[in-house]
C-alpha cells in the first residue's frame, strides 16, 4: 500500500529523541493505546511493544485488549488486517507504516485463486471435497474465502494441527501461499512430498499440472515463498556444520523442505526463541530466520553462540519499515486526536475473513 512521506520534523529525528517521545507519547496515551510487536521488529521498536510474539500469538494478544481503543502494530499489513478482523468495533488498529507489507502474501491474490478453484472444479467435479488453508501470511479476502468454503486460517505454530484437522473434514487440502510450509506441514504428517502433493504456479494453466497429477494429489501447493527463508539452502546446513563442529541447526519451517530435513529443529519464531532459551549454556546454534530475531538471540543469551545459517545479512525489507519515526509519528497523532494510519478490512470481506480466523483459534486452541 501506498504511504505518504513522514513530515520533515520526523523523517529528521534522530534516534534518542524518537525514543524519547516515543516512550512520553505511550505515557500520555496510557491504557488506551497497546503497542504490538512481532519478533521481526528491530530492536528500536521492540522495546517499545506492550507484547511482543509470533503471528499466532499476536492474533490472540489482539483479543485480549478489548480496553484499548488504539492497536498500533508494529508489524506487516496482514497481521493488522487480522487484528481489524478479531477486535471489537470500537478499537481501531494502526500499521504504522502503511507500505509495510508482505511479498510472500502479495504471491497470491483472490482473483487468483478463484480461478485456481474454478480450475480444480473443473478437473474434480462440482462436489470436489478440497478444503482451502491459507497461512495467515495472507490478505483478508483470501482470508474470506476460505472461511466461505469450510477451510481455515493456519500459522507457523499450528500448522499441522490445522491441516490435519482439514484432512478431516475433506479429501484435499489447497495449500496457500506459502509452498514451504505448506509441504514441510505435509512431510511431518506423513505424506510424500512427490507423490502426494503438487505445486499450483498461478500463471500456468491447471497450474502447470495435468489433470491426473491434480487427482491423485492429497495437497496442491501455492508457488509462493518467503524470499528471506528461501535463502536458507540445505549448502548453508552444510557449511555452518563444516565450519562449527557441534553446532545444531534451528530453522522456520518457511525454509524449503530440503533444509529443514538436514536441521536438528524447526519452529514458528515463538519456538526458536523457546529452543534458545533452553538450551544448555555453552552450545551452539546456526539459526535460520529473519536477521533482527537472530542477534536478538545472540544478544539475549551471551553464553550460547548463536549465529545466522545465512551469513549474508537477510533482513526482511518490509517489517524494516516500521522506523522508530512512523511510529513516533503514529503516536504523537494520536496524542493530538488525530487517528493516522488504520488498518480497516471492509465489511464484506470482514465475516468470512473472521469465520476463518476463528476457526483456526477453536480447531488449535
Ligand atoms: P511467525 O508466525 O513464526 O512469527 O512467522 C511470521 C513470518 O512472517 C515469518 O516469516
Ligand atoms: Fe513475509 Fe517473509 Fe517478511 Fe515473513 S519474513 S513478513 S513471510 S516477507
Avoid at 534516534?15 to 493505546?33: E, T
Avoid at 502479495?106 to 482473483?111: G, K, L, S, T, Y
Avoid at 485456481?116 to 462440482?126: F, Q, T
Avoid at 550460547?304 to 504523537?332: A, G, N
Amino acid at each position: 500500500m501506498y504511504q505518504a512521506p513522514l513530515p520533515r520534523e520526523y523523517a529528521d529525528l534522530t534516534p534518542d529523541a524518537a525514543d524519547a517521545r516515543i516512550q512520553a507519547a505511550k505515557q500520555k496515551l496510557g491504557s488506551r493505546l497497546v503497542i504490538l510487536g512481532h519478533h521481526y521488529q528491530r530492536d528500536e521498536i521492540i522495546r517499545h511493544a506492550d507484547f511482543r510474539g509470533d503471528s499466532y500469538k499476536l492474533a490472540k494478544d489482539a483479543t485480549n485488549c478489548p480496553d484499548a481503543d488504539f492497536i498500533v502494530f508494529c508489524g506487516v499489513h496482514f497481521m493488522a488486517e487480522s487484528a481489524d478482523i478479531l477486535t471489537s468495533d470500537h478499537q481501531q488498529v494502526i500499521l504504522p507504516n502503511l507500505a509495510a507489507g508482505c511479498s510472500m502474501a502479495d504471491m497470491a491474490n483472490a482473483f487468483q485463486i478463484r480461478n485456481c478453484w474454478r480450475d480444480l472444479e473443473k478437473v474434480l467435479g462440482h462436489s470436489m471435497s478440497v478444503i482451502p488453508v491459507t497461512y495467515i501470511n495472507s490478505a483478508a479476502t483470501l482470508k474470506a474465502f476460505v472461511g466461505e468454503r469450510g477451510g481455515t486460517v493456519c500459522t507457523s505454530t499450528n500448522a499441522p494441527t490445522a491441516v490435519r484437522w482439514a484432512l478431516e473434514q475433506g479429501e484435499k487440502v489447497l495449500f496457500f501461499p506459502d509452498q514451504h510450509l505448506g509441504r514441510n506441514t505435509g512431510v511431518l504428517l506423513g505424506y510424500d512430498a512427490e507423490a502426494d502433493m503438487c505445486v499450483w504456479d498461478p500463471f500456468k494453466p491447471l497450474g502447470g499440472n495435468t489433470p491426473e497429477k491434480i487427482l491423485s494429489s492429497k495437497f496442491i501447493l501455492w508457488k509462493g515463498h518467503c524470499s528471506v527463508h528461501q535463502r536458507f539452502t540445505p549448502e548453508l546446513v552444510h557449511k555452518a556444520r563444516e565450519e562449527h563442529p557441534g553446532v545444531q541447526v534451528l530453522v522456520h519451517p518457511e525454509c524449503p523442505l530440503e533444509t529443514v530435513n538436514l536441521s536438528d529443529f524447526n519452529g514458528s519464531t515463538e519456538k526458536i526463541i523457546k529452543v534458545i532459551q533452553e538450551a544448555p549454556s555453552g552450545s551452539t546454534w546456526a539459526v535460520g530466520t529473519e536477521i533482527n530475531l537472530v542477534n536478538r538471540l545472540a544478544q539475549e543469551h551471551p553464553d550460547k553462540t548463536v549465529f545466522c545459517l545465512d551469513p549474508q545479512i537477510c533482513p526482511c525489507s518490509t517489517m524494516y519499515r516500521i522506523h522508530p519515526s512512523f511510529l513516533c509519528w503514529v503516536l504523537e497523532r494520536l496524542v493530538e486526536g488525530e487517528v493516522v494510519n488504520v488498518v480497516k478490512v471492509p465489511e464484506s470481506t470482514k465475516h468470512y475473513a473472521s469465520v476463518a480466523l476463528k476457526r483456526m483459534l477453536t480447531v488449535c486452541a
